[in-house]
């Protein structure tokens, strides 16, 4: 009899879940116990979450940025970056919109926003040094220097130094599945401010229907009306993307705006 759970309803924190693992994936104890290791080292050293997240980073894109943003290889790197922008282009996405891309890693969608969108109409913002001089080096890849695209180090999500109203996209892809519950809170708190009036927010998240629960400090899971409610608490309607769901991607996405009022309706 199999025991196997829906990804949706298995907790990755629980000690039954990784004994069961250990014992299917024997190949995987080794680097899962270097990860543990290298947890507790940087969260000895560091004073919150984003300084934590940010050595994370640094150590993963030392050894290579794509592995880092989460791809295995190049070829799924691309994929993943064209999947993202497949997506908003279908949801609209005109090269006049002003797109803010929260935690946008070395590019892997922002390459191609950037391309499609009029010059400087593209800010990246993001905590990691490191995966943001990657950014660059993707921005010379792709000869994208003539969009002068915005890329910035940030160290919360306040948004304080952005003008009001001023995004009619802003993008956070794989950003929330690392973010504990607080950092979410004041990304909602902020980001309302610096949105246009018909704009809206789309997020990723790793959505469990179980309990809620994350892995070692990197991997957090949470159910959509956690999230949704959380949005709702700043006076923003959310409303969970069926559209999304069909691709080939392990999160689910959550679009947020200022109203019920949305581009695609
Ligand atoms: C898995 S990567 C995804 C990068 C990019 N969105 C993509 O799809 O390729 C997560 C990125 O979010 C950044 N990040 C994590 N927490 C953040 C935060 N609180 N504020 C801004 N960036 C953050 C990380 O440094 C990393 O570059």
């Known amino acids: 009899m199999s025991e196997r759970l829906p990804s949706t309803r298995r907790n990755r924190a629980s000690l039954a879940y990784k004994l069961r693992y250990a ?9 899962y116990v270097g990860r543990v290791a290298r947890d507790l080292r940087i ?6 979450h984003v300084a934590y997240y940010r050595a994370v980073m640094r150590s993963d894109a030392a050894r290579s940025p794509e592995a880092a943003v989460g791809s295995r ?4 790197w691309l994929a993943l970056g064209q999947m993202q922008f497949d997506y908003l282009l279908k949801h609209g996405l005109k090269p006049d919109d002003r797109l803010l891309e929260i935690g946008c890693g070395n590019l892997r969608a922002g ?6 969108l009029d010059a400087g109409n593209y800010y990246g913002i993001d905590i990691s040094p490191d995966i943001l001089l990657a950014a660059q080096n993707t921005l010379v890849q792709q000869d994208l220097r003539d969009k002068l695209p915005h890329l910035t180090l940030v160290n919360d999500l306040k948004l304080r130094f952005l003008p009001s109203e ?10 929330f599945s690392h973010s504990p519950l607080e950092v979410i809170d004041e990304c909602l708190a902020h980001v309302g401010r610096i949105l246009t009036p018909d704009g809206f927010f789309d997020f990723t998240f790793d959505r469990t229907e179980g ?13 959509t009306e956690t999230l949704i409610a959380l949005a709702e608490k700043h006076g923003f309607t959310a409303r969970f993307m069926d559209d999304w769901e069909e691709l080939p991607h392990g999160q689910s996405k959550i679009r947020v705006t200022h109203s019920t009022r949305d581009r695609t309706d």
Do not use: C, Q
């Open 211 to 223: 309990t809620e629960h994350h892995v070692l400090h990197e991997d957090f899971y949470y159910r």
């Open 23 to 31: 014992a299917k994936n024997p190949d995987k104890i080794r680097p």
């Open 73 to 76: 290889s190049h070829e799924r």
């Open 43 to 48: 969260r000895l050293s560091s004073r919150d």
């Open 166 to 175: 001023y995004f009619s996209v802003v993008h956070a892809h794989s950003v």
């Open 111 to 116: 390459w191609r926003f950037i391309d499609h």
